[in-house]
């Protein structure tokens, strides 16, 4: 079975350039997660998806991160400005169903993302 | 706010001896999830505890799940350094997943 596939791996840009993370989730699974992780730290939620709808996004900085998850598949994560805090893993997941308990999560290997 | 204590943030020993890493919390969790990331990579589900005061192993793993399903310890018995990892545990409460921040477990040969 494919895992969480992300693009690209790794990412430079300089302060207010623009930068798009795309993810493609376990084929079938209805939930997809972006996860913001800063060294040193847990996994922040970003947004969370239950097929094409938003289910969670109170902690995207919605003046300059935005998501889609178009057809309920596939995903991006685009940040315009990109600030130098913005320098970290960017996470997709993707579960059967985010909303069982003890639901497991498959994560991607990251995207990740430095801006000087 | 919900939160989720890790501790120790940082832990080096010798491999071969033990070790136990805790997660702890004010707030009740449905299930209690324990997770390890390798560098470069993303996390990785170790084992999910649901009922309070459960325990799972998972080889020289043991993972407890507290009565008031507030906290939960991981034990590594003889660690070896293929254990080397950030450990991290994730509760779920109202259909979220609160993260704790992770032990950064290293084991030197």
């Known amino acids: 079975e494919a895992g969480v596939a992300q693009s690209p791996r790794y990412k430079i840009i300089e302060k207010r350039q623009s930068v798009a993370f795309w993810c493609n989730p376990i084929s079938g699974h209805a939930t997809l997660y972006w996860y913001q992780q800063i060294l040193g730290q847990g996994p922040k939620l970003l947004i969370q998806?239950?097929?094409?709808?938003?289910?969670?996004d109170s902690q995207l900085p919605k003046d300059r991160f935005s998501a889609e998850r178009l057809k309920g598949v596939d995903s991006t994560l685009k940040i315009q400005p990109a600030k130098l805090e913005d320098s970290a893993v960017y996470l997709c997941a993707s579960s059967p169903s985010g909303s069982r308990v003890g639901n497991t999560i498959y994560f991607g290997e990251g995207s990740w993302l430095t801006v000087v | 706010t919900q939160l989720l204590e890790q501790s120790p943030q940082f832990l080096s020993i010798q491999e071969g001896e033990n070790l136990t890493v805790y997660c702890n919390s004010s707030?009740?969790?449905?299930?209690l999830q324990w997770y390890r990331q390798e560098p470069g990579e993303g996390p990785v589900l170790l084992v999910t505890?649901?009922?309070g005061g459960e325990v799972k192993k998972l080889k020289r793993l043991t993972f407890q799940f507290g009565d008031a399903r507030k906290d939960s310890s991981l034990h590594i018995t003889a660690a070896q350094p293929g254990d080397t990892g950030l450990y991290l545990c994730?509760?779920?409460?109202?259909?979220?997943?609160?993260w704790g921040a992770g032990t950064k477990l290293i084991i030197k040969p």
């Open positions: 707030s009740v969790f449905s299930s």
């Open positions: 994730a509760g779920a409460s109202n259909y979220q997943l609160i």
């Open positions: 998806f239950q097929n094409n709808g938003v289910v969670d």
């Open positions: 505890v649901v009922t």
